[in-house]
């Protein structure tokens, strides 16, 4: 069995602060890790993926992700939010079929 | 196509109408998955092809809902006397290789049951 929590529902900061969005997963097998960004009225874009490979994903728009199997976490950080990184975004683990969070809003104040 | 289609974008049904659902994957892909996303939810699995074959519809909430992928491609969702509970964005996704190691969205099917 496979799950994901992502705390909170909402983060909001403010342009050109640190953005950190938190996820803890739970896998009965070595995990594969995805975090998906998803604009208004749009489908899921994959920002970045674990894959038992470096434990430090770097992704696209400046997020990465760091992977601690002691912590049983995945948590996305950019170093400056902008105003464009306003969207919701989706923790995943990924067995053969996927099972996501229930996903964070994240606003960006100017 | 250059990515996963869905159509069409959005549908409005009666409560007890019959709807079909459409998705396109990206050519080549072997695996085609179906999820369901309610308002202010993260997607829920539905069901899994692999090629033509159906190898997991575990997550398909009732008898009502039928999928098939007959030539291995392209994928029809169907829900048969909708409910209002069944109103939700359907998002379809397609990976190249077996299992979902990087799966690519289509930009969903907003079903609207009245």
């Known amino acids: 069995a496979q799950s994901v929590t992502q705390l909170g529902s909402h983060v909001s900061v403010s342009e050109g602060a640190l953005v950190l969005l938190r996820c803890n997963y739970s896998s009965s097998v070595p995990p594969y890790l995805f975090w998906y960004v998803q604009y208004p009225n749009q489908g899921l874009q994959l920002l970045l993926k674990y894959t038992s490979a470096a434990t430090l994903v770097k992704g696209i728009n400046g997020f990465e992700a760091e992977f601690k199997k002691s912590e049983t976490s995945f948590h996305l950080t950019k170093p400056s939010a902008h105003m464009s990184d306003a969207a919701e975004y989706f923790c995943?683990?990924?067995?053969?079929?996927?099972?996501f969070g229930k996903g964070i809003t994240l606003s960006v104040r100017p | 196509g250059a990515g996963v289609s869905q159509s069409p974008r959005y549908k409005v049904a009666k409560r007890g109408q019959d709807v079909a659902l459409r998705c396109d994957p990206i050519?080549?892909?072997?695996?085609l998955f179906w999820y369901q996303q309610a308002l202010g939810q993260g997607p829920e699995f539905l069901t899994y092809?692999?090629?033509?074959?159906?190898?997991?519809k575990s997550g398909l909430p009732s008898d009502r809902f039928f999928a098939e992928r007959p030539e291995g491609s392209v994928s029809t969702l169907k829900i048969q006397r909708t409910q209002q509970e069944d109103s939700a964005v359907y998002l379809c996704?397609?990976?190249?290789?077996?299992?979902?190691?990087?799966?690519?969205f289509g930009q969903g099917t907003r079903l609207t049951v009245v």
């Open positions: 092809f692999q090629n033509e074959a159906q190898l997991d």
């Open positions: 995943a683990v990924s067995g053969i079929r996927m099972t």
């Open positions: 050519s080549g892909h072997v695996s």
């Open positions: 996704a397609s990976s190249l290789s077996r299992g979902n190691t990087e799966a690519f």
